[in-house]
């Protein structure tokens, strides 16, 4: 299965091709047996109690954490996309995400908040939160995320624009390194007029204008 923007996902900026294929399979007891390893080098047992099933937990949350790698925009669509007279801006905010920074696999927590103003055609309300999970449930930088979901819409829809805001607490930098607890992140990316007229992105960034502590 080659996780990568369709032929018609073809927007200026197709920042990353994930395939899943010509990979060696591994077995779910090669990942458990690499989790014991890694609690043997922690100094721990684990055959005590306490971790006996620890590897196999540690190997589905992992599962369950990454299955964005083994989605994709067709299936989650589902042909929800339809044609309709509306070109006023449409947004969803507040889409709470979870991911796992790539660099140290500990949890990225925050919002995403996603507009754009149909061209013709607009895609069910609820496949906007799962595009947003999907590309979450990955191994992430949050730059990359905020960019594969504005041009997953902008591919998708060709709509006039698109704009995403996504806001995220990083554990890695919160229970670690500089351990910053409250320091939060913003990145966003903008498409289309959203771009180039600043009327119609200051409202967006008005209507979703909070205090500075979002959670």
Known sequence: MTLSFRSELDSAKQIVSLSTQNKPTVTDEEMMQAVRTLLIGLGEDPDREGLKDTPKRVMKALQFLTKGYHESLDELLNCAVFTEDANEMVLVRDIDIFSSCEHHILPILGRAHVAYIPNGKVIGLSKIARICEMYARRLQVQERLTLQIADALQGLLKPQGVAVVVEASHMCMVMRGVQKPGSWTV????????????????????????????H
């Open 187 to 214: 990145t966003s990316a903008m498409r289309g007029v959203f771009s180039e007229d600043a009327r119609t992105r200051e409202e967006f960034m008005n209507l979703i204008r909070h205090n500075g502590n979002f």
